[in-house]
């Protein structure tokens, strides 16, 4: 392809007595290519940013090529099926997230249910909205809750979730459960995980799906994470999973309801510690955000596990 920039104009504009030279030299190589020059310009990012990112950019620029010659999700050749790997700018730093293409919409718009990754319990899988009961007064105005979230429901809005607390089993989950079942039912793209076996399911993909994954709990439309507080704390789980979930569901404004057998305050304590170290600031962040996305209801009822 016709190379668009020249190599002294990119000496130029860059300091090249700090760069590695094998990253300069892989820059320059990629240049040569017209449409990665078009995708940088398209993103307005300095040469300095776009050298750190070569591989990355390249891999989008080829996935890009790619879909210009699919006619159907059969045909896909990109890393995930019916996505690319697509850079958005954030403070001279690209982050690479998975963009559906027309196809891959298309065949989620056509689907019941999200393509959820994660087993879930059958009685959770099968639970609905009329299967509450309704007897319970202690129930009542997590029911009023249920019902307003599922009246007021619209794709894209601002609507919180909530932080359901409670004695252990109380039905906390069965409630959520059947509220987001009945969503799918109008084809609203919803996930249900238990937190600690979503942890121990993130941990033996990391070599296979991670990405995958992360990217269905960060994006699916609704996301209940079932039971936090019973996982055993680690600076991953709660730093790298859990917070980077849930900052990307508030700042894309992506309701997050939860359940937990602790008060809000006790998982502040409870997320600050882990095997080697306590660490009451990372503790407090994660906690912020549970509060920016939801509102605060406690179910406290007879055990209907016996």
């Not at 017209?34 to 940088?40: C, D, K, S």
Request: proline residues 2%; hydrophobic residues 35%.
């Amino acid at each position: 392809m016709k190379q668009m920039r020249s190599i002294d104009e990119v000496n130029k504009n860059m300091d090249t007595k700090n760069l590695d030279n094998e990253l300069l030299k892989s820059y320059k190589e990629a240049l040569k290519d017209e449409e990665f020059v078009t995708l940088i310009k398209r993103l307005k990012i300095t040469d300095e940013v776009a050298i750190k990112y070569t591989s990355k950019l390249e891999t989008t620029v080829k996935e890009l090529e790619n879909c210009k010659k699919c006619r159907s999700l059969l045909e896909c050749k990109n890393k995930m099926e019916g996505c690319v790997c697509y850079p958005k700018v954030n403070d001279n730093r690209l982050r690479f997230d998975f963009v559906a293409c027309k196809y891959k919409n298309k065949a989620l718009s056509e689907e019941l249910y999200s393509s959820n990754v994660f087993e879930e319990p059958l009685i959770i899988k099968n639970a609905r909205m009329s299967d509450i009961d309704l007897n319970d007064k202690n129930r009542a105005h997590v029911i009023k809750w249920v019902k307003n979230f599922y009246t007021n429901y619209q794709k894209n809005s601002n609507i919180k979730g909530c932080y359901l607390h409670g004695s252990f089993g109380s039905g906390k989950s069965f409630i959520l459960a059947s509220l987001l079942n009945e969503l799918a039912r109008k084809k609203v793209k919803t996930t249900i995980i238990y937190f600690p076996e979503m942890l121990r399911n993130l941990k033996e993909s990391f070599y296979d799906d991670f990405d995958v994954k992360m990217d269905l709990l960060k994006k699916t439309d609704i996301l209940l994470i079932d039971d936090i507080g019973a996982e055993t704390v680690t600076p991953w789980s709660r730093d790298e999973i859990l917070g980077t979930i849930l900052q990307y569901r508030m700042d894309s404004k992506l309701p997050t309801l939860f359940t937990s057998n602790l008060t809000i305050e006790e998982l502040e304590g409870h997320l600050a510690n882990t095997k080697n170290s306590i660490d009451i600031v990372k503790s407090k962040r994660i906690i912020e955000r549970i509060k920016q996305l939801t509102e605060d209801l406690e179910l406290i009822s007879e055990n209907r596990r016996k």
